[in-house]
């Protein structure tokens, strides 16, 4: 057969070849030259565009950085211009004035609020990327209010006189099924076009909102420019554009994605040169339409419970997971404990409060590995416990009651799943303690001490004082103690030196409860914590409540 090896000898041996001996293979080699060139066209084509695509990312991503870059920046110039330099008069030391110290406090709690802004901006961007399909793995139901209101508070405005164009009307609040960060993105953008279009006269940006016969319906309505009516018909397609400088065409294709996501529609009304409305439709979050998208998006789920097996937390939650097909693993406190933080990647982790002491030490070392998860923790417990429950303020943990869920398990694993978590949680009465117990506390800082013996001494409980653990090992040969707090870094002797001594001495007091009380949290300290016989920990500053609970843990 006639193959590209004689095709290519053509080329090379030039018109001595016999090209007329194979006449019959001319359709193949121009098949070839035609289709070849065109696949190539197509494929340079492409690459054009992604290329395009990706510059135009590049540009918004550089954009969208710069405000709280900048801002960031002017922060450190006022900061800078308040503290003296190294070849100031002030080497040694320096006095800022009451006004002073409120301009720098204000810096601080402004650039902290920039650079939360510009994590989401930067978490906006990258939901963005994928102009295809829209993330939603982390839709829950949230409160529109609320989110709209972060939205306009938070948006970037140009200056202050730019915010308060902005007017928020919403009388009519709701609760929707989908991502609060996408619903931001739509606001953020809906508002930075109107800014972009708004002409040269009086202008002014209303939000609104109302009820419907089949939902919600929210409105941002603009007294700008307005768009020709041969235009409200293109607006949503992908890469259409009006020509502003800075604009990509992405923007409101990528909002029309995202409210179809959440099983609604946007549209668009507009006078020309008078001004535009954007209608940002949504289900009732109770709809069937609703119910639909929860239940492909309960396919998705992974789901993590750690409590003992067979136990009725766990039956019912294997019964759940079996119905609405979630994809549940089971692991005991201990087990759970000896994960890595990278091993907590669920979308909910359902955690069997029914604790004793021990369990609860093991708690105090889970909370740690915790603090890395995006995902949603549940602590069960019941509601008739006298327990006062306090985690780490590093972790979020909603409180949920064992007498709620096994009522109804499936109601609240799509609670714990989907519903906007309550950000405040009851006060509990605290566990009782008794009047009878003592306490050291172990610290070389005095005033540590003294406070915290104040603290546990309004309880009803006696407290013993030790500067460092050479002290407290003599002041255990004398005392009759029931629970130790026991700082990690003191001179003489620190504090798992201590705890070591007293685990390994034939005293009586070798079993004694020893809660470790430390500033490093890090699973390094926490191990250690473990290794050297300390049973629990607390992590400085502890507040009063949380305290008093970790003690009411060790003394019964």
């Known amino acids: 057969m006639f193959g590209f090896g004689e095709f290519n000898g053509y080329y090379i ?66 900061v800078r211009a308040i503290v003296p330099t190294s070849n100031s008069s002030y080497r040694n030391s320096h006095h ?35 102009q295809n399909r829209v993330s939603t793995s982390t839709f829950c139901k949230h409160r529109a209010k609320k989110v ?58 209303t939000v609104s909102s109302k009820k419907t016969s089949d939902g919600y319906s929210v409105f941002i309505k603009d007294t700008g420019q307005g768009i020709e009516p041969q235009l409200i018909k293109n607006i949503f397609e992908d890469f259409y554009t009006t020509g502003k400088n800075g604009t990509f065409g992405l923007g409101l294709s990528f909002c029309k994605k995202v409210m179809k996501s959440f099983g609604g529609s946007i549209v668009c009304r507009s006078e020309f040169e008078e001004w535009t409305e954007f209608e940002l439709i949504f289900p009732d979050s109770e709809s069937t339409q609703v119910a639909t998208i929860k239940q492909e998006l309960m396919k998705a789920k992974s789901v993590l419970f750690i409590g003992n097996e067979l136990g009725v937390l766990d039956s019912d939650i294997r019964q759940v997971a079996l119905e609405a097909d979630l994809n549940l693993t089971h692991k005991t406190l201990a087990e759970a404990v000896d994960l890595e933080e990278h091993q907590f990647e669920y979308n909910l982790i359902v955690i069997d409060g029914d604790l004793d002491a021990a369990g609860w030490a093991l708690m105090s070392r889970l909370e740690g590995k915790l603090s890395f998860t995006e995902g949603r923790i549940a602590f069960i417990h019941d509601e008739n416990s006298p327990r006062n429950l306090y985690f780490q303020r590093y972790v979020d943990i909603q409180l949920f009651s064992i007498q709620k869920f096994v009522q109804d398990p499936s109601a609240a694993v799509d609670y714990l799943l989907f519903d906007d978590f309550d950000v405040e949680q009851p006060a509990h009465s605290y566990n009782e303690i008794s009047t009878k117990r003592t306490v050291m506390i172990v610290d070389d800082n005095h005033s540590l001490r003294s406070i915290t013996s104040i603290m546990l001494e309004k309880q009803g409980l006696h407290v013993i004082q030790a500067d ?30 201590a705890t070591r001594r007293i685990r390994q001495s034939e005293s009586h007091y070798a079993s004694i409860p020893i809660v470790g009380y430390t500033g490093d949290k890090s699973e390094e300290t926490v191990v250690k914590i473990n290794e050297y016989g300390m049973n629990d920990y607390l992590v400085k500053p502890t507040p009063k409540d949380e305290l008093i609970d970790k003690v009411a843990t060790w003394i019964y």
């Open 148 to 205: 709209i209101e972060n939205a306009i508070d938070s948006y970037s405005y140009k200056n202050a006189t730019e915010k308060r164009l902005v007017t928020l009307e919403m009388d009519t609040d709701f609760e929707y099924l989908g991502s609060d960060t996408l619903l931001k993105y739509v606001i953020y953008n809906l508002l930075k076009n109107a800014f972009r279009h708004r002409g040269t006269g009086r202008f002014k940006i």
């Open 13 to 78: 041996q030039g018109p001595e070849l016999n090209f007329s001996e194979h006449q019959s293979y001319i359709p193949i080699f121009a098949f070839t030259y035609v289709f070849g060139n065109l696949f190539y066209f197509r494929n340079q084509v492409e690459h054009e565009a992604k290329v395009s695509i990706a510059k135009s990312f590049g540009a918004g991503i550089a954009h969208e950085m710069r405000n709280p870059l900048s801002a960031l920046l002017s922060s450190f110039e006022v």
């Open 468 to 497: 460092n653990g050479q002290t407290a090992l003599q002041t255990l040969e004398e005392e009759d103690v029931d629970l130790i707090l026991m700082d990690i870094e003191m001179p003489v002797m620190d504090g798992l030196t």
């Open 96 to 130: 800022l004035n009451a006004q002073e110290i409120q301009i720098l406090n204000d810096i601080i709690e402004d650039s902290m609020k920039v650079i939360w802004t510009g994590n989401e901006t930067i978490d906006l961007l990258l939901t963005s990327i994928d």
